[in-house]
């Protein structure tokens, strides 16, 4: 079956660091750009970083760039993103995603949540 697994989610004093991780299993991983979303209390979905299949393309969101990393290990099935400088408002649950362009196909992990305090 397809599944999406995020972990390293916590609590963190803002200025600290986390590292996600999002296990795939399930679908042909090489195949599809994976993304981070990002759904903060009472909002809406906002979309944080994303990366291609072959990892040359990377994007983030004005945000987060120049604290964000996200990375992917074909070996291992993994998506990653390492978050730095943690701010506030970066407090929100965080959904790893993985899409294959023109068959649309579209698979979602159920979220690690990611907490930052003053």
């Known amino acids: 079956q397809v599944q999406l697994v995020e972990s390293g989610g916590g609590l963190v004093q803002a200025g600290g660091s986390l590292r996600l991780s999002c296990a795939a299993s399930?679908?042909?991983?090489?195949?599809?750009?994976m993304y981070w979303v990002r759904q903060a209390p009472g909002k809406g979905l906002e979309w944080v970083s994303g990366i291609n299949p072959n990892g040359i393309r990377i994007n983030y969101v004005d945000s987060v760039k120049g604290r964000f990393t996200i990375s992917k290990d074909g070996a291992k099935n993994t998506v990653n993103l390492q978050m730095n400088s943690l701010k506030p408002e970066d407090t929100a649950t965080y959904f790893c995603?993985?899409?294959?362009?023109?068959?649309?196909?579209?698979?979602w992990g159920q979220g690690t949540q990611v907490t930052v305090s003053s």
């Open positions: 995603n993985a899409h294959r362009y023109n068959w649309g196909t579209t698979f």
């Open positions: 399930g679908f042909t991983f090489s195949s599809y750009s």
